[in-house]
């Protein structure tokens, strides 16, 4: 449906001490979904700029405080931002009262002031100072529209102030300092109101009544009835209340007339059939438990009263009856034979009659004899020997052995017993064995020491008429060792002094003798020399030193002959 509104601001002159208002709506009320309402209803006294209760955050400065919903909670992004708004032509109201309720939306920090200031003037203030907890403050258990509402502390304060000013106007600031460390901390108010003192809002008187009288809750015997209170309006600013609570019920007793008795009886269970099978009666009898009183109705027989009805416990039994018809031609027409005979049942048990003591159709056999029979020879051929191949075609020589001989004018053998004859035997193919053998593919890894050769296998023939499979596949590959003869070790050995030079220089001689060192094996290279050969070398070959041989000679004559001269000598 259409759901349309309008706001309405009325300015109301008047001169008594009270007036009426009267709220009403003409519409055509055709369906129970149609109706009219009003809400947000104010009254305040001009003079005072026409203040609306609750303010919330309109006419306020700063663009950050943003309406979050129904619930009109303005709030803060930031740290201490302020809202301030100036009031005007307060010149005849000298002292207001302010009234609104201080938000906290926090969880991480402590020592956060909210603050209320009139021209600069603290008229309010109020500290939280614990971590994740109101502390003094009041929690709200309730939801926020994002991104107020998460899992931090809602906390809140209602205030009540009175200040006074002395002039015509009066900036009205609200702050505070928390630390909003987060993009879901904050601060707000909402809940708005300033009054001029003694002016406030005119009394409201409580409107309310009894609703209808329910219907009684019986309709003879004494019962009930009850009647609930409504209030329409409730009264505020001082009016008068109700009489009763909204919700009180009241009630009385209705219906005190005495109720009419009826008669109380019935028709009692059927009793047995008067027959055990087949067509018969059976019979009921009407009670009375008590007679009809104070106009109530009477019952519908007398008491003692029967009434019959047809009843067939079924249908009596039928027993069954038949006997066995005669025996039939006998199986075999000479010697030993059986003839049959069979149970026939003429009429079948029906309820419950007793069976025959043989099933339809049964049978039962007698032994018969016509006469001897004849009896044909019987003999067979037996091998004698075995064949002479096992494969591949062969002869082998049976006789036939006579088992029963002729009577009573039975067929003759086509043979006498003792009689001989060669067959053909070992008919089939003689079975081909598979055979191969391995091949080298490469060559081994090393001469000597143990190495390493793949080869392979190959089918030369392939099995056939059951033969024996190779016990390899044509084609198979395999490591072998190969090179496993012990590699040849050449003889090493070596000279080795036996005693010393006999000269140290200017050349000696000394004996050496040669020691094998590694002896030859598997092949390998003798050493020069016998272990233990001796030889003689040469030693001491080095230049012996010379001793440097001089002496000094007279270069000339002494330069006096007495008293002491000089003379050149040379060292030669």
């Known amino acids: 449906q259409h759901r349309c509104y309008t706001d309405v601001s009325l300015k109301i002159v008047h001169s008594a001490s009270s007036f009426t208002i009267k709220l009403q709506c003409t519409i055509n009320q055709g369906v129970d979904d149609e109706s009219w309402a009003f809400n947000r209803l104010r009254i305040s006294a001009t003079g005072a700029n026409g203040w609306v209760d609750p303010m919330d955050g309109a006419g306020f400065s700063n663009s950050d405080l943003t309406n979050t919903g129904d ?20 010149i005849d109201h000298s002292k207001l009262r302010l009234r609104a309720r201080i938000w ?11 603050r209320v200031l009139v021209d600069n003037n ?11 907890n109101c502390n003094g403050w009041n929690s709200f258990d309730g939801t926020f529209p994002n991104p107020w509402d998460n899992d931090n502390q809602k906390c809140y304060e209602d205030i009540d102030v009175t200040f006074e000013h002395s002039s015509d106007s009066a900036t009205l600031t609200f702050t505070c300092d928390i630390n909003q460390d987060t993009s879901d901390e904050s601060w707000g108010f909402n809940h708005l109101v300033v009054n001029p003192v003694g002016v406030g809002f005119l009394p409201v008187d409580c409107s309310g009544d009894w609703g209808s009288w329910s219907e009684c809750s019986v309709t003879c015997g004494g019962g009930i009835r009850r009647q609930t209170y409504s209030v329409f309006v409730a009264a505020a600013a001082g009016g008068a209340a109700c009489r009763e609570a909204d919700g009180a019920t009241a009630s009385e007793n209705c219906q005190s007339n005495e109720c009419p008795v009826d008669c109380a009886g019935g028709w009692g269970q059927f009793g047995l059939c008067s027959v055990s099978c087949g067509p018969g009666t059976q019979l009921k009898t009407f009670g009375i438990d008590h007679d009809a009183a104070g106009g109530g109705a ?20 039928i027993h069954c009856s038949g006997e066995w018809d005669t025996y039939g031609a006998c199986s075999a027409t000479c010697g030993d034979g059986f003839q049959t005979q069979t149970f026939v049942v003429s009429e079948v048990e029906e309820n419950g009659g007793n069976g025959c003591n043989y099933s339809h159709d049964e049978t039962r056999t007698q032994s018969c004899n016509l006469g001897d029979c004849p009896v044909n020879c019987d003999g067979g051929w037996s091998n004698d020997g075995t064949c002479s191949v096992t494969c591949g075609g062969g002869s082998q020589l049976e006789t036939f052995i006579l088992i029963t001989d002729a009577a009573n004018g039975g067929a003759e053998c086509d043979f006498a017993a003792g009689a001989t004859r ?4 070992g008919n089939s193919e003689c079975p081909v064995h598979c055979d191969g053998g391995w091949s080298d593919v490469d060559v081994c890894s090393v001469t000597c020491g143990g190495g390493s050769q793949l080869e392979r296998f190959t089918v030369a023939i392939a099995s056939a008429h059951g033969g024996n499979e190779c016990d390899f596949v044509e084609g198979t590959t395999r490591t072998k060792l190969c090179g496993t003869v012990d590699c040849p070790v050449h003889c090493d050995g070596g000279w080795s002094d036996v005693d010393v030079c006999s000269a140290t220089c200017g050349g000696g001689s000394q004996l050496e003798r040669f020691t094998v060192a590694t002896a030859s094996a598997h092949g390998g290279n003798d050493c020069d020399f016998v272990e233990g050969t001796t030889r003689t070398k040469l ?25 002491g001269g000089s003379q050149l000598e040379r060292f030669t």
């Open 104 to 114: 906290l939306v926090d969880s991480a920090d402590t020592n956060e002031y909210a």
């Open 539 to 563: 030693c001491g070959t080095a230049d012996c030193p010379v001793d440097c041989d001089g002496g000094w000679s007279d270069v000339d004559v002494c330069s006096a002959t007495c008293g």
């Open 71 to 90: 619930g009109k909670v303005h709030g803060m992004w930031g740290q201490n931002v302020v809202a301030t708004r100036t009031l005007t032509n307060l």
């Open 422 to 425: 060669t067959k053909l035997c």
């Open 122 to 132: 603290e008229i309010w203030k109020k500290k939280r100072s614990s971590y994740r």
């Open 298 to 317: 009477a019952c519908t027989a007398e008491h003692g009263a029967t009434a019959s009805q047809s009843c067939n416990e079924g249908a009596c039994p």
